[in-house]
């Protein structure tokens, strides 16, 4: 049964897109909703977004920002405020007509994003610069109409954090977009172990409105391209035609700078692609639901068995003393072979296994996930072994990530070049672009390949665009994206 168990998964080497949602629905973190396009998130999944969320809201609210909440439908015409914001979601919109049995007046826009709702209630609230900087989060669910979802990457609902601020010059408002760029890379590499690169997104790939949007790029092992996060310049984009103004220290009147930025429920389906392998999810300790699950190894002898209940209770509580997440699995209808299966499916970091020959011998057996490696640890210093190695398997999985990284980002001084890579190894292709749109366009529809960012780490350098010749100043990356 458990060797069934197992090969119920694709190969992530064999399909990967296969792999993901068996890993998705056989790990109990997310099932199709009965509405097209849509997704349930089941308890397992949801107790790692909470981890997520937890973290993120802490660093939110360490830099000064509070939470709130704004409604979920928007009047059609605060979207029409500003022209390219709404050119850019209109595809995307769910509106709502009828209402109460009654066609609406004015047609209402289920949330895609909150700039405009929240902007106009800006606009009541700053009057002076004493009221600036202007922060604000909220935590919600935004609907975006997808043609072709994909559990936890793209569906037409899904959850985030989004945060908007408005500040006195431009020059505070980039520091805020920079700040929280800094924070969704502190979270993907210290929370959930994943490299990325940040940078700046070309003009085409911004955010609708935006005059800069910042990105962290992660390298999936397929070899495509993941946007972890956006982190949006919107200038005076959005404060000119909602008219949040200010009266500054001279008393004239002026137009706030202002930013919005936000990581979503995406951010699982990055941990889940970066991390898994053929036998399930691979979860870093620290966002890891359940760090250690305890297994008893059942005994016929009733007094043996009942030794082993206890040894299990008393690992459990010492192990929660260190402020460990653990679970004991003492399930009688399941044998320990289908346990092991279970939670290697599940990604749970450290196994402990305990029977007769642990209480003999006075040594537990302890399995981590990422390697697979046993290692028999004396009872008196569980604590402080698995601790040392939830360490270990943090460390070692954002090790395994940079590798991954840095292996697959390759430079490319000719198109031809650049074509045999994306029909070949993919990855991060790194060219020099003129930052032309039309060149953007065509490299796009011969390769599949789109500008994912400017790494905030290049380096101005001379030379000409890989297709058509012209200047370029900088080395860009490209890739296939999700």
């Known amino acids: 049964m458990a060797e069934g168990f197992v090969k119920s998964i694709t190969k992530k080497s064999e399909n990967f897109s296969e792999w993901y949602t068996d890993v998705i629905l056989r790990a109990e973190?997310?099932?199709?909703?009965?509405?097209?396009?849509?997704?349930?998130?089941?308890?397992?999944?949801?107790?790692?977004?909470?981890?997520?969320?937890?973290e993120l809201d802490k660093?939110?609210?360490e830099a000064g920002v509070p939470n709130a909440y704004f409604p979920l439908f928007i009047p059609e015409k605060l979207l029409h405020k500003e022209k390219e914001h709404v050119e850019g979601f209109s595809p995307e919109l769910a509106v709502v007509t009828v209402g109460g049995g009654e066609k609406l007046a004015e047609p209402l826009v289920v949330r895609p994003t909150s700039e405009t709702i929240i902007y106009s209630l800006f606009a009541k609230w700053i009057s002076s610069w004493r009221d600036l900087p202007y922060k604000i989060n909220q935590w919600c669910n935004v609907v975006r109409w997808e043609k072709r979802p994909y559990l936890f990457l793209r569906t037409t609902e899904f959850l985030w954090q989004e945060g908007h601020t408005a500040h006195e010059t431009h020059k505070e408002a980039v520091e805020e977009v920079l700040r929280a760029l800094g924070s969704y890379e502190k979270l993907y590499r210290e929370l959930l172990a994943v490299s990325g690169v940040k940078g700046i997104k070309s003009q085409t790939e911004k955010f609708?409105?935006?005059e800069n949007t910042y990105t962290y790029e992660i390298l999936i092992?397929?070899?495509?391209?993941?946007?972890?996060?956006?982190?949006?310049?919107?200038?005076?984009?959005?404060?000119?035609?909602f008219e949040i103004t200010f009266q500054d220290k001279k008393g004239?009147?002026?137009?706030?700078?202002?930013?919005?930025?936000?990581?979503?429920?995406?951010?699982?389906?990055?941990?889940?692609?970066?991390?898994?392998?053929?036998?399930g999810l691979v979860l870093p300790?620290?966002?890891?639901?359940?760090?250690?699950?305890?297994?008893?190894?059942?005994?016929t002898d009733v007094k043996v068995?009942?030794?082993?209940?206890?040894?299990?209770?008393?690992?459990?509580?010492d192990l929660e003393k260190g402020e460990i997440r653990v679970k004991i699995d003492d399930r009688e209808e399941q044998s320990p072979?289908?346990?092991?299966?279970?939670?290697?499916?599940?990604?749970?970091?450290?196994?402990?296994?305990?029977?007769?020959?642990?209480?003999?011998?006075?040594?537990l057996v302890a399995v981590r996930r990422d390697l697979g490696d046993k290692i028999r640890v004396p009872k008196n210093q569980v604590r402080k072994v698995v601790k040392t190695l939830l360490e270990d398997i943090q460390d070692n999985l954002l090790g395994r990530s940079e590798r991954i990284l840095k292996e697959n980002t390759r430079e490319a001084e000719t198109y031809g070049e650049f074509k045999d890579l994306m029909g070949s190894k993919r990855g991060f292709i790194s060219a020099f672009w003129c930052e032309d749109m039309d060149c953007e366009e065509k490299i796009k529809t011969e390769t599949k390949a789109t500008v994912r960012c400017l790494s905030l780490m290049a380096e101005k350098q001379e030379s000409t665009c890989i297709y058509c010749g012209k200047k370029a100043e900088s080395r860009w990356l490209f890739g296939q994206s999700y």
């Open 285 to 299: 300790p620290r966002v890891a639901p359940i760090q250690v699950v305890v297994i008893p190894i059942p005994s």
């Open 337 to 363: 072979g289908w346990k092991f299966n279970e939670w290697e499916l599940k990604g749970v970091p450290v196994r402990l296994e305990i029977g007769s020959r642990e209480l003999e011998s006075g040594e």
């Open 252 to 279: 004239k009147a002026q137009f706030v700078w202002q930013t919005s930025w936000g990581l979503s429920t995406r951010s699982i389906g990055g941990l889940i692609m970066v991390h898994g392998d053929d036998r």
């Open 208 to 210: 609708a409105g935006a």
């Open 221 to 241: 092992p397929d070899g495509k391209i993941l946007q972890g996060c956006t982190s949006h310049d919107l200038g005076q984009n959005f404060s000119k035609p």
């Open 59 to 61: 660093a939110i609210k």
């Open 29 to 54: 973190l997310a099932d199709y909703g009965p509405a097209k396009g849509t997704m349930v998130i089941r308890p397992y999944g949801y107790a790692i977004w909470e981890r997520i969320q937890a």
């Open 305 to 317: 068995a009942k030794a082993i209940t206890k040894l299990c209770q008393e690992i459990k509580k």
